[in-house]
């Protein structure tokens, strides 16, 4: 079945370690997408990536970074200098002819 | 800029009733797309359903329908015969005018289905 896959489902670390979750696609989605959802909160825009190898800040992609070397992967780091890191991300895909950007089922990071 | 505004951080239906999920938009662009979401407390968003700004008929999927009202930019969720399964929270979002960007949500309502 086609999806979105994202692991660890939770995750902890240790205040001032990065960490890296992982989003994998075989949707065959050119573009994607990280959100972070603090609780009771909507959900708000880290970064996105259009096309492999290239991807653009959204409003809080401050302390994090990510990559796209591949089209199906978008792993997102969240580094040291993001000042509270604890919050669900969630990692979406969509491509131009969908109307509907499809998610993961969320990691849930907290740092300690 | 685009703006979604939910304004009913919470509600409560009776099970079998109808209920109505506010969700009001800002856009200067002509061309958009609306969408609901489900969330329910595993985390996971549900793709509910989706209106385009130049749809004519309101957007209907199975007990949800999209109430859109362009000329007051809103775009209300009506839920039919609500279940017990209906009890997440919902969350409307916008699409900008092309194609794999980003879209907007608001910071949703919160449904709780009671017995």
């Known amino acids: 079945d086609g999806g979105i896959t994202q692991s660890p489902k939770y995750l902890f670390r240790k205040e001032g370690q990065n960490v890296t979750l992982s989003c994998e696609q075989n949707?065959?989605?050119?573009?994607m997408y990280w959100y972070r959802q603090d609780p009771g909160q909507g959900l708000r825009l880290i970064y996105y990536?259009?096309?492999?190898?290239?991807?653009q800040k959204g409003d809080i992609a401050e302390g994090y970074s990510v990559s796209r070397e591949k089209k199906e992967s978008f792993p997102l780091t969240v580094t040291s200098a993001q000042k509270n890191p604890t919050a669900f991300y969630l990692c979406?895909?969509?491509?131009?002819?969908?109307?509907?950007?499809?998610f993961g089922p969320g990691t849930r990071l907290t740092v300690l | 800029a685009q703006k979604i505004t939910q304004t009913q951080p919470g509600m409560f239906v009776q099970e079998k009733e109808a209920v109505t999920l506010d969700c009001t938009y800002d856009?200067?662009?002509?061309?958009?797309?609306l969408f609901w979401y489900k969330q329910p407390s595993s985390g996971e968003m549900i793709f509910l359903i989706y209106?385009?700004?130049?749809?004519?008929q309101n957007a209907t999927e199975g007990r949800y329908s999209l109430n859109f009202q362009k000329a007051r930019k809103s775009a209300n969720l009506v839920i039919s015969a609500s279940q017990l399964g209906d009890s997440a929270m919902y969350f409307c979002?916008?699409?900008?005018?092309?194609?794999?960007?980003?879209?907007?949500f608001g910071k949703g309502t919160r449904l709780s289905v009671i017995a």
């Open positions: 979406a895909s969509s491509r131009p002819s969908y109307n509907e950007q499809f």
């Open positions: 949707l065959n989605h050119d573009a």
């Open positions: 990536s259009q096309i492999v190898n290239d991807f």
């Open positions: 856009t200067s662009d002509p061309s958009y797309g």
């Open positions: 209106q385009g700004s130049y749809d004519q």
């Open positions: 979002a916008m699409r900008p005018p092309l194609g794999n960007t980003p879209l907007v």
